[in-house]
């Protein structure tokens, strides 16, 4: 339901763009995030977008890191600028989802991508 991209191997003070696509019998995107995991450690909260735009962000990404969405294509996207080492993690789309399971019925779960890696070393 949840494809991740866009991750790779970047110098410190890079650049890169995550996308996560939705697909599926779907009837609303509701809330879209962004978590990471690094080595040994706990995953945790990068950014969320509401389905009205409304954004947050963890206390050590704010003015680095942007989320946005597309509601007509079921995208959200992870801007990331300024990366450092520290931001070298595996990055997970996570949403909560409306999806139809009958022609009368939808109900909403949440849903994990695959994960992306992020390396930023020099």
């Known amino acids: 339901q949840l494809q991740a991209s866009g991750g790779g191997l970047v110098q410190p003070g890079g650049s890169l763009r995550l996308s996560c696509a939705a697909s599926g019998n779907i009837v609303r995107v509701n809330t879209m995030g962004w978590y990471r995991q690094a080595p040994g450690k706990q995953r945790e909260l990068v950014a969320t977008v509401t389905g009205h735009g409304s954004t947050n962000y963890a206390d050590s990404v704010p003015g680095r890191f942007t989320i946005s969405r597309d509601n007509a294509k079921n995208e959200a996207y992870l801007q990331m600028n300024g990366l450092i080492p520290e931001d070298t993690a595996v990055y997970y789309c996570?949403?909560?989802?409306?999806?139809?399971?009958?022609?009368?019925?939808?109900?909403?779960?949440?849903?994990w991508g695959q994960g992306t890696q992020v390396t930023v070393s020099s």
């Open positions: 996570n949403a909560d989802i409306l999806v139809a399971v009958s022609s009368a019925i939808a109900e909403e779960n949440n849903y």
